[in-house]
């Protein structure tokens, strides 16, 4: 909205660019959600070392894929000239994608650090976490693109930095929770990634489940922007609205995700299966 408001130009590049990151972002996110069911079965039984192991081994495992994710990335920035989308939108384009290549890595280490919270059915740290992150972003987007407080107008880059600083952010604060407070204190004693190739084994189908979910998207984009600027700019207004309903399911298929993984841990198939239900 706030891109939008810039220039129709800057909201067209936004959806390029957003939409060839948003298949690595929901993969990343569903490579990080495997380690939900694992933290969560060995927090019913009381095993808080071994579920610090995965959730060690799990980070091990996303920052290694982010990375890799990164790498990708990368090598496709030389294929943007390639695409077809209009000229005018180029160098906007470019440089939004040098900023949004920084994120791969913090958003990793943000969204283990979450699952793994919402494991042990501790949901409300992530939360606000979040929400602190998305007001950041926010603000931050309001003095870059537009200038304000002696900041210099950054336009579409601005936008940029403000989510790469905000996910940043939002890394350290979840960082900083699973050190301080006394919640997590006994899932720091636990062994120095032992448990990579299980957190591997469980993680990497949701990985590709997440990403074929989103191709869809992002092949949309790339033949929406041959039309121009304009219908790339609509486009992006429309995928908004309905990511947001997207991830509203999403949410709720997590939270059955940590009361099963609950039950399972215990052995109840009765409980997970009313969860399901429910």
């Known amino acids: 909205i706030m891109v939008g408001h810039y220039s129709v130009n800057a909201l067209a590049a936004a959806a390029f660019v957003n939409s060839l990151f948003l298949v690595p972002n929901v993969m990343m996110m569903g490579l990080a959600s495997g380690v939900t069911p694992l933290v969560g079965a060995l927090y019913s039984q ?53 900023v949004l290549m920084l994120m791969p890595v913090p958003m990793a280490v943000y969204n283990v650090l979450a699952q793994s919270s919402n494991g042990i059915e501790y949901t409300s740290v992530p939360m606000w976490v979040t929400v602190g992150g998305i007001l950041l972003n926010i603000f931050g987007n309001w003095v870059l693109i537009y200038g304000k407080l002696g900041f210099p107008e950054m336009g579409l880059s601005g936008a940029g930095i403000a989510t790469v600083f905000g996910r940043a952010v939002a890394m350290v ?88 993984a609950y039950y399972a841990g215990l052995r109840n198939e009765q409980g997970a299966g009313a969860v399901a239900r429910a």
């Open 46 to 98: 009381q095993k808080y070392r071994e579920a610090g192991s995965i959730t060690r081994s799990s980070l091990q495992v996303n920052i290694a894929m982010a990375l890799i994710c990164t790498l990708i990335m990368g090598l496709m920035y030389f294929m943007l000239p390639y695409m077809g989308q209009a000229p005018e939108l180029l160098s906007q384009i470019q440089s939004y994608y040098l």
């Open 173 to 260: 604060a979840m960082w900083a929770a699973f050190r301080k407070l006394h919640r997590y204190r006994d899932y720091q004693r636990c062994r120095r990634g032992a448990e990579r190739v299980k957190a591997w084994k469980t993680s990497w189908p949701l990985m590709l489940q997440s990403g074929a979910e989103c191709v869809l998207w992002t092949v949309g984009a790339v033949v929406v922007g041959w039309f121009g600027p304009v219908q790339l700019a609509a486009y992006q207004v429309v995928n908004t609205i309905s990511q947001l309903g997207f991830m509203v399911f999403m949410s709720f298929a997590s939270a059955v995700a940590i009361r099963v």
